[in-house]
């Protein structure tokens, strides 16, 4: 059962549309915060909230 306001990793990444790798290598590098409970990691609401804002924007490109 996962928690009402955070997802594991793996329903992390399926929410996100990116990979189980991908997602553990954001947290090792620092940009997404996880926690563990009792042996699980899990990404709380806020802090993929937090994530999905620090993403860089795609500069739209500019017609010649």
């Known amino acids: ?3 009402q306001n955070g997802y594991s990793v793996e329903e992390f990444a399926r ?3 990116i990979g189980r790798t991908t997602a553990y290598e954001e947290i090792k590098a620092g ?4 926690r563990k409970v009792q042996g699980r ?3 709380l609401e806020e802090d993929a909230k937090t ?3 620090s ?5 739209p490109s500019v017609a010649a």
């Open 1 to 3: 059962m996962e928690p």
């Open 15 to 17: 929410r996100h549309d």
């Open 31 to 34: 940009r997404l915060i996880a």
């Open 41 to 43: 990691t899990i990404i």
């Open 51 to 53: 994530w999905r804002e």
């Open 55 to 59: 993403l860089p924007r795609v500069q």
